[in-house]
């Protein structure tokens, strides 16, 4: 019947039971079952053997002579929070069976009981055991992976996002706002501050709002009751119901759908919600962290994007600025890549050859911190040798600047100096500048078109997106300037 035949190490088994024939007949089946049993036939006896015995499961009746069995349970569990109690009552009442199970009880069984009944009860027990062992195992993983170790930086700036993740997190601010480019770090920092707040053991639930279509992101965030839609065969908790306690991060808010707006300020204003098809508000506590890498505020300006919802969300907001703006954390991240990337693939690189770094800190990341961990990671695949180098950067990071050239290149817009108005003009770092002689605004428009079409793989919706405008937008001026679309993105050509 065991589900842990494998099990090397026996378990120890007390049973506490003022009834001899109880005693004698759940020894003589427990140790078949493979326990080492101890019996104790009063309270006082109990309390010494727990001593000296170190049960890890206990048969504990609730009745008897000299103690009440709730009160033992209370004391061991006291003293050893993991060991499993059983409790034994030849009045089955519900009343002290649900008040053992409230003071920690795992379950009970009543008298007469057979065998059968109390093996598979303590199975039940292992098994709830272990899930709850994997959870905190896993739990501890999770914090592992998200306490600001795995924030790496040491720029001003990062370090000033440092302290806001900390105020949050100590705070328990109920609403954080979290800006930045695609690739600059924000679920780290959802994660981070959650993780080091008082929620920690609460859910953590994410959700892209983009992600998900109009009509499911709703049914997803409030969940809904029977009944409530053709397929809604139950009821189902949303991610709000289940995350309560803990903190919901939604992903991308930007792209949030203006009537699902509404009912999230509905959330942030009363703390309550309604599942879809549900006449009660369901009352919850939890942080809400949003994030987006859109201008919230532009879109709140441009009624894209709910004012009011944009004021309640913008109230402790944290900016990671893009990696270009902070150069000095490209060093210890690529460190850092490095060594998390020997770990998970076996490899043996030690750091990064000048030279290569140096490739590094000049190209501008529009990918961010993203980018760069894949850069690094291609690199670590390709390298041969125990060093970094930059033999195995993408083109476009060596083209953008080439690491023998004098400092002074390519560092940033108001170094460049700009040629005439040749292709040169829109330059490999994608800075602008009005050339001396001008230059066909047409040009520009179809060179921007291009790269970003380059940058997002020939993706349009990521690259009408870049570029702030509409998919239809983009396919429109494609046709016009002519731009071919071959299956390989970076042989995109315009035809003049
Ligand atoms: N400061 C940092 N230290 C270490 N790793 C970082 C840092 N910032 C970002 N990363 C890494 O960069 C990658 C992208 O980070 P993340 O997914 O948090 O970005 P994001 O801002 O949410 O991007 P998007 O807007 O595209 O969703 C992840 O692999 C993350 O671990
Ligand atoms: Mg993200």
Request: with cysteine.
């Amino acid at each position: 019947m065991r589900t842990d035949n494998k099990r090397v190490k026996k378990r120890r088994l007390l049973v506490v039971d003022d009834e001899k024939l109880v005693r004698w007949s759940l020894r003589e089946a427990l140790s078949e079952e493979g326990f080492v049993v101890e019996t104790a036939a009063s309270g006082n006896e109990a309390r010494q053997i727990f001593q000296e015995f170190e049960p890890e499961v206990i048969l504990l009746d609730i009745r008897l002579p000299d103690a009440n069995g709730l009160d033992l349970l209370t004391e061991f569990k006291e003293q050893n929070k993991d060991v499993i109690i059983v409790m034994i009552t030849a009045y089955a009442d519900a009343d002290s069976a649900v008040k053992a199970l409230k003071a920690g009880a795992e379950d009970y069984v009543g008298k007469p009981f057979d065998l059968d009944e109390i093996q598979h009860i303590l199975e039940q027990c292992f098994l709830k055991q272990k899930l709850h062992r994997d959870v905190d195992f896993f739990r501890r993983e999770q914090r592992k992976r998200y306490n600001y170790d795995n924030l790496v930086g040491n720029s001003l700036q990062i370090i000033e996002v440092f302290k806001l993740i900390k105020i949050c997190a100590e705070t328990d601010a109920k609403i954080v706002l979290v800006l930045g480019e695609s690739g600059t770090g924000k679920q780290l920092v959802a994660r981070a501050i959650h993780f080091h707040s008082a929620r920690a053991d609460e859910p953590f639930i994410e959700t892209n709002c983009a992600a998900i279509p109009e009509h499911l992101l709703e049914n997803e965030l409030f969940g809904h009751e029977k009944g409530a839609f053709t397929d809604a065969i139950q009821r189902e908790k949303g991610i709000f119901e289940a995350a309560d306690g803990g903190t919901v991060f939604l992903d991308e808010i930007g792209d949030m759908p203006l009537s699902m707006q509404s009912k999230i300020l509905k959330v942030i204003e009363t703390n309550t919600f309604r599942r879809l098809g549900g006449r009660q508000d369901i009352a919850v506590d939890i942080r809400i962290i949003a994030a987006t890498n859109q201008d919230l505020q532009g879109m709140a300006m441009r009624n894209e994007f709910r004012k009011d919802l944009f004021y309640r969300l913008n109230v402790m907001t944290i900016f990671i600025p893009p990696l270009r703006e902070r150069k000095e954390d490209i060093d210890p991240l690529v460190n850092y890549f490095i060594k998390r990337l020997n770990e998970e693939y076996g490899k043996q690189i030690n750091g990064i050859d000048p030279l290569a770094l140096k490739c590094l800190k000049r190209y501008d990341w529009p990918g961010n911190v993203r980018e760069l961990r894949n850069a690094v990671e291609r690199a670590m695949m390709l390298e041969d040798g125990n060093v970094l180098t930059a033999r195995y950067f993408s083109k476009e990071i060596i083209e953008y600047a080439d690491p023998s050239a004098p400092d002074t290149v390519n560092t940033g817009p108001a170094s460049g100096t700009i040629p005439a108005a040749t292709k040169e003009t829109v330059n490999k770092q994608g800075i602008i500048s009005l050339p001396p002689d001008g230059i066909s605004l047409d040009y520009v428009e179809k060179e921007l078109i291009r790269q970003a079409l380059i940058r997002y793989d020939g993706n349009q919706t990521r690259a009408a997106k870049c570029l702030g405008i509409s998919r239809d937008t983009l396919r429109y001026r494609i046709k016009k300037h002519k731009i071919s679309l071959s299956n390989n993105a970076s042989e995109l050509s315009t035809h003049a």
